[in-house]
């Protein structure tokens, strides 16, 4: 079976080395391949055109979360509110089934990290993965009017963001990340923002006590982060998140009743230790900025 990642750029994307590295964990290595292509929206179309029945699925990348969504034949809830999918199952009739496992990583990584319930909240930056994060949120437990602040550069730019929180029927605020300062009585943080925009907001997010998620994965730990992680703070990484939507991923693509979280951590930590030794920055299907999850 076949099943790979698209997006563009696609060419560091570390879905290869945690896809692969799953399947030989559950005996499937030689059986399945995984794969990396370069593909902008105007491919996509195509692309899903040509394949066959040998095809499992697909992870998608920036830019082509919405129109996955156009072309799919079902698409599951989530990903109808969140705005995006980015993942594509292939059922044995050939249909095209589109998920939203972001969500899930956000989740599950905060759960890793012993945050099991946030009543209010904090996102910085107001882009695609915004709204993943407002999702995760929810389920989380932030579900009262107001309980989710997104602090945007550019609060004109929250459209989309407000536009899923509509669909979730949530009533998220919306303000201007430089007034930030002492506003930030809240359990958890999400900066969303690109790697370095976060560190001039590291006074106000230690200050606050709340839980850190930082989408940044390389290099790693942020100035953000290091000043969470020095104050005492819980702290949780972009490759956290990375890990645990592949890992639904792959049980989405295989049936897996539970993807080999373990291997697949200790391959893709394994793969980013290689690059960081080669020089190779970690940037690519999934990162804006250097290692920045790319929504």
């Excluded at 996509?44 to 799919?72: H, V």
């Excluded at 990583?105 to 709204?131: D, H, K, N, Y």
């Excluded at 295989?254 to 200790?266: N, S």
Aim: charged share 20%; glycine share 12%.
């Amino acid at each position: 079976m076949r099943a790979a990642v698209l997006g563009s750029p696609v060419g560091h994307s570390l879905s290869p080395a945690l896809h692969t590295a799953a399947y030989a964990a559950l005996g499937l290595a030689g059986e399945w391949d995984y794969t990396l292509h370069e593909c902008r929206e105007e491919g996509l179309a195509a692309f899903l055109q040509g394949c066959g029945a040998e095809w499992a699925g697909l992870s998608l990348t920036m830019p082509l979360k919405r129109e996955a969504l156009r072309l799919a034949d079902e698409v599951e809830p989530l990903a109808r509110e969140v705005g995006g999918a980015n993942t594509v199952v292939f059922d044995r009739r050939g249909r095209r089934l589109a998920y939203n496992t972001d969500v899930h990583g956000i989740v599950a990584a905060l759960r890793e990290a012993g945050v099991e319930r946030a009543s209010s909240a904090a996102v910085l930056g107001g882009g695609a993965t915004a709204a993943s994060a407002v999702a995760a949120l929810r389920e989380l437990g932030a579900t009262g009017d107001g309980a989710v602040t997104v602090w945007a550069r550019d609060p004109k730019r929250t459209a989309g963001v407000a536009a899923a929180a509509e669909r979730m029927q949530l009533g998220v605020a919306t303000a201007p990340l430089e007034r930030i300062e002492g506003r930030l009585d809240v359990d958890v943080v999400v900066s969303t923002l690109p790697t370095g925009a976060g560190d001039a907001y590291a006074a106000p997010v230690v200050a606050s006590g709340a839980a850190l998620f930082d989408v940044v994965y390389s290099p790693w730990p942020t100035v953000l982060a290091s000043a969470a992680q020095e104050a005492g703070r819980t702290v949780v990484d972009g490759f956290a998140m990375l890990l645990h939507q592949a890992a639904r991923q792959v049980e989405l693509m295989t049936g897996a009743e539970q993807a080999p979280v373990e291997a697949m951590r200790a391959a893709g930590l394994a793969e980013l230790r290689r690059r960081s030794a080669g020089g190779a920055a970690a940037e690519g299907a999934e990162t804006g900025g250097s290692g920045a999850l790319r929504e």
